[in-house]
C-alpha cells in the first residue's frame, strides 16, 4: 500500500475533521460534514475496504447532512412561527 497516500489522505480527514468541529452555522457544518463523509470514503477505499467506502459514501455524504439541513429548516421555520404568534 502506499504510505504516502495514506498520509495525505489522513491529513485531509483531520483537517476536515477539525473544520466541522470549528464552524458554528448549522448551514455551514452539514456542508463540512459533507466533505468529512468524501474525506472518510476516501480513507476507506485507500484502506482497501471499497464497500465500507460506498456505505460511508451514500450515509455521510448524502443523508446524515441532508437531515441536518432539513431539521435546522424546520427548527427556524418553528422559531419564526413563534416569534410571528407572540407579536
Known sequence: MDDPLIVVVLLLVAASATAAVTVRD?????????????ALALLFTVAQ???????????????????????????RR?????QGKAR
Do not use: E, I, N, Y
Open 26 to 38: 448549522p448551514v455551514r457544518q452539514a456542508l463540512v460534514l459533507s466533505v468529512l463523509g468524501v
Open 49 to 75: 475496504a471499497p464497500d465500507v467506502g460506498l456505505s460511508q459514501l451514500a450515509v455521510g455524504t448524502a443523508l446524515t447532512p441532508l437531515l441536518v439541513l432539513l431539521s435546522v429548516r424546520k427548527v
Open 78 to 82: 418553528r422559531q419564526k412561527d413563534g
